[in-house]
């Protein structure tokens, strides 16, 4: 059974089911901390496909970066600016951790998973061969697509720039 | 490069400018100074043009003032220049445009003196002595042409302007489209010359027609009934331009302009225009003898029914504009008898005389505060003794009375038309005929307006400024005397009529009948219009009626006529624009509008501004388009 | 030259993207549209790096790269607007945003 599951496709469709149940979950949500707890979940699920894609440099920033920092801006907002109001309505009124069962359950089948992969040596070895590393990435970025990385830069300026606008309090009281 | 030549349009072109650039800004004085100088000073270089041509060897000038551009046709390449040419026959023209130009001016600026728009006017005036020298000095035909435009649109501005009035706009837009008819005619007929001679150069162009003159029994029958079509169309841009019928229906209605302008445009130069179009391509009418028949008997034509309508007009204007009709018909007579010299010659004296009837006419009128009616004047040679002698002298050159200028030109064409080819005697007794009509109406209106008791109750109050009647008094100098300098055209008309003329031979009484027709007529007239004459001592039926009897109303309203182009024409344009009140053309527009509006509705519906519904089509469109790439 | 076969990451990619698509169009909730967009974007990401590692190349890892930034901007921005709307008119369906016709 175990080693039925220890091969690097299994894992990859059973990081992938769980990435779409995630995903139907946050879209059909009504809580808006619990979709985005499992749109968190789904995040880590893309990275475990990720890592066995051979993709690690990948994965660590989908976790780092999309989980741990977009992820938290959408939650600091939520939270902060009470942008869940509208939803609360409909939020099953116990507050029991049961709420958060099925996400603690995808995410527990996650971590299964990645121990299962880093435990096993067979998977390594294989994974090992065929990984791009965060070198040659780093090479491309800063080689032939330097100039899409100036643009993303620009953009998230624009970004920070456009955010900072619009979130700001109206001091004047005028219109947008 | 002949500056004087070249800048000859420019004088009063720059006078057109400054005023009516500044319009009501100008004082009189100023206005008229600028005008009448400006004319001034074309009149005296074209006098030193004169004096430079008939010392030139060749007897031809030209200058070349900036290519303007090019024509192709299979035939070839034809280049279109800006560039004027001076010779015998545009000098004459230039000479009586500046000459009588600049007199009609000088008297204008005094006439029209109290008018509120003086400078318009004499900027207009300005303008067409540009387009006309233009016209006259143009190289080639599409340079003509502008200036054909040219004045007609100067003769639409000034018949209209006094635009308050209904009568007059009317009489100005029924003179630009009954014009207009025969310039289209006319661009037809440059077309087709173009299309048959590759040329539009006027040189070019006689030489070619020269050419296919000396090889008639080789051209094709192709080329001459082009040249036939040519002539013909070329022909009804003379007519409508020289108001000869069928196209003569606007010169009396074009009366309701100023007297100056009557004087300057309508008698003097732009309706000779066409007679010099026809003398200006004379090469191309002897190609087709055919229309040099038409074009007498159409002269014919217009002067016997032109004098017949002049005898029963009770307007002074009217009769002296039915008058220049007849006089044209007498032009055009010429042209067709192939008597091109003796035509010229006759635009020219008549250009004098004419001029100078409208001028005192236009004194008379003024003097007796602008009471035109013929029938409410009489008496005047007693009251106004200074414009009726004038008067008289410009009557008896228009009667061609021997010695006056007329007498010369007028007997010139009526000696070539017995034995002309085109002609014969049968046009030739038609000329006696107008001749006697011409002194029979020149009669009456002189006994009814000057002689017999005066009808005129006010005090009559001439204007007496020496300016004005030094104008007078020189253009009835050159109308005495103009025919004693017949202008030396045997350059221009060399190939013209080469061939003995040996069609009918003269009989001996010709001239004879000629000469003493005029007096018959004044014979005729001095007991035939007794009543007029007479002056009657009782007060009581001082009133003298026109009659009104139905012939004479007809002949009133230029026999019929308009009544009959309106019935014609203008009464079934009329109801076909009223039926399409609606515009049936605007509805098959519309139907397009219709159908935009159609799916400006569906697209709507389309555009609801939710952003879930554009993403979806966006979804569906993606949908679709991978679909299709995967079929 | 992994030993997954492309086509199952690209049928995983376009599910995501096909569920992301779904909840953008369905959902009134404009935080579900923008939460939804970034499944699509991580759908889009997966497909990259498929390629990416089939073809053993590092471009696909920095298009991901690229698209991180993008989502990154993309909810910086979003989020503000969502802030901005909830003052506004004290709600978040964005059907309420439909003033702009045509």
């Given amino acids: 059974m175990l080693a039925n599951l220890a091969s690097i496709e299994s894992l990859f469709y059973l990081a992938g089911l769980v990435a779409v149940i995630a995903s139907l979950k946050v879209v059909t949500g009504h809580n808006t901390v619990h979709a985005l707890l499992y749109l968190v979940v789904s995040l880590l699920a893309v990275a475990v496909c990720f890592y066995l894609m051979g993709a690690p440099f990948a994965a660590g920033l989908e976790v780092i970066v999309y989980a741990g920092a977009i992820l938290v801006l959408f939650v600091f907002a939520v939270l902060m600016f009470g942008l869940g109001k509208d939803e609360t309505r409909n939020a099953p009124q116990n507050k029991s951790l049961a709420n958060m069962l099925g996400a603690m359950l995808l995410a527990f089948a996650l971590l299964v998973e990645m121990v299962l992969i880093i435990n096993n040596s067979e998977i390594q070895q294989s994974l090992h061969a065929t990984v791009i590393g965060s070198k040659a990435v780093g090479i491309m970025l800063y080689g032939p697509y330097l100039l899409a990385v100036e643009i993303a830069s620009f953009l998230l300026l624009a970004g920070l720039l456009t955010g900072y606008h619009y979130a700001k309090p109206d001091v004047t009281g005028g219109s947008l | 490069m002949n500056v004087l030549l070249a800048s000859l349009p420019f004088y009063p072109l720059v006078s057109f400018i400054i005023l009516i650039a500044f319009g009501k800004k100008l004082s009189w004085q100023l206005a008229a100074t600028i005008s009448v100088s400006s004319m001034a000073i074309t009149a005296l270089v074209s006098a030193m043009l004169l004096f430079e041509l008939s010392s030139s060897p060749n007897q031809a000038m030209t200058v070349n003032l900036w290519h303007w551009f090019d024509l192709t046709s299979q035939i070839g390449n034809a280049e279109v220049n800006v560039r004027f040419y001076l010779d015998g026959l545009s000098a004459v023209m230039i000479s009586v445009v500046t000459g009588v130009g600049f007199l009609i001016h000088l008297f204008a600026a005094i006439y029209m003196k109290a008018d509120a728009n003086f400078s318009r006017f004499m900027a207009y005036m300005n303008l067409f002595i540009v387009a006309m020298l233009i016209l006259v000095l143009a190289d080639n035909l599409v340079l003509l042409y502008l200036g054909w435009e040219g004045v007609g649109l100067c003769s639409f501005l000034l018949i209209g302007f006094w635009y308050q009035e209904k009568a007059n706009v009317l009489a100005a837009r029924k003179a630009f489209i009954v014009t207009r008819v025969g310039d289209t005619s006319m661009a037809i007929g440059l077309l087709l010359l173009f299309n048959t001679f590759g040329e539009l150069n006027i040189e070019a162009v006689t030489t070619l027609a020269q050419q296919t003159n000396t090889l008639t029994s080789v051209t094709s029958d192709k080329v001459s009934d082009d040249i036939y079509w040519i002539a013909l169309l070329l022909l009804g841009g003379a007519v409508g331009k020289s108001a000869q019928l069928p196209l003569q229906t606007w010169l009396p209605d074009a009366m309701a302009g100023p007297t100056p302008v009557s004087a300057l445009i309508h008698a003097a130069t732009m309706v000779t225009a066409g007679v010099y179009l026809i003398a200006r391509l004379h090469d191309i009418f002897i190609l087709a003898p055919q229309v040099m028949n038409y074009v007498a008997w159409l002269g014919a034509l217009t002067l016997l029914l032109a004098g017949i309508a002049a005898l029963a007009q009770t307007d002074i204007k009217r009769v002296l504009a039915y008058s220049t009709m007849s006089q044209i018909g007498y032009m055009m007579l010429a042209l067709g008898a192939g008597a091109w010299s003796a035509g010229v010659f006759h635009l020219m004296t008549h250009a004098f005389f004419k001029a100078l009837l409208f001028l005192t006419a236009g004194a008379v009128i003024f003097a007796l505060h602008h009471q035109q009616d013929l029938f409410k004047m009489g008496g005047l040679l007693k009251k106004l003794p200074f414009e009726s002698s004038l008067f008289i002298i410009g009557l008896i050159c228009l009667m061609a009375l021997p010695g006056t200028s007329g007498f010369f030109s007028k007997e010139a064409i009526i000696a070539e038309l017995w034995s002309s080819n085109t002609a014969g005697p049968m046009l030739w007794w038609c000329a006696i005929l107008g001749a006697l009509l011409t002194s029979i109406y020149s009669c009456r209106l002189f006994f009814i307006g000057f002689l017999g008791n005066s009808r005129f109750i006010e005090k009559a109050n001439p204007e007496t400024s020496t300016l004005l009647r030094s104008a007078l008094i020189v253009l009835a100098l050159l109308s005495l005397s103009g025919g004693l300098i017949p202008p030396d055209l045997s350059s221009v008309f060399s190939t013209a009529m080469s061939e003995p003329l040996s069609a009918s031979i003269e009989p001996p009484w010709l001239h004879t009948v000629a000469i003493i027709t005029p007096f018959i007529g004044i014979l005729f007239s001095w007991f035939y219009f007794k009543q007029y004459r007479i002056s009657r001592s009782s007060g009581a039926e001082q009133n003298l009626q026109a009659t009104e009897g139905r012939l004479v109303m007809f002949c009133r309203q230029g026999l019929g006529f308009d009544a009959f182009y309106n019935a014609l024409l203008v009464k079934p344009y009329q109801w076909l624009a009223q039926k399409n009140k609606a515009d049936i053309f605007d509805q098959i527009i519309m139907l397009n509008a219709w159908y935009v509006s159609l799916w400006h509705e569906a697209l709507v519906l389309v555009q609801n501004g939710s952003l879930r519904w554009y993403i979806a089509a966006f979804g569906l469109a993606i949908l679709l388009l991978l679909g299709v790439s995967f079929l | ?102």
Avoid at chain 3, 44 to 60: E, H, M
Avoid at chain 3, 79 to 102: E, F, H, P, T
Wanted: aromatic fraction near 8%.
């Fill in chain 3, 1 to 102: 030259m992994t030993t997954i076969p492309l086509f199952h990451v690209l049928i995983l990619a376009s599910l995501l993207f096909l569920i992301g698509f779904i909840g953008v169009v369905a959902r009134k909730n404009t935080l579900f549209i923008l939460m939804s967009l970034e499944v699509m974007l991580n759908a889009v990401g997966v497909a990259f790096i498929g390629a990416g590692s089939v073809w053993q190349q590092a471009d696909g890892q920095v298009m991901f790269i690229l698209i991180l930034t993008l989502a990154a901007a993309e909810a910086a921005v979003g989020l503000a607007l969502l802030i901005r709307m909830r003052k506004k008119y004290r709600s978040l369906d964005i059907d309420l945003l439909n003033k702009m016709q045509g």
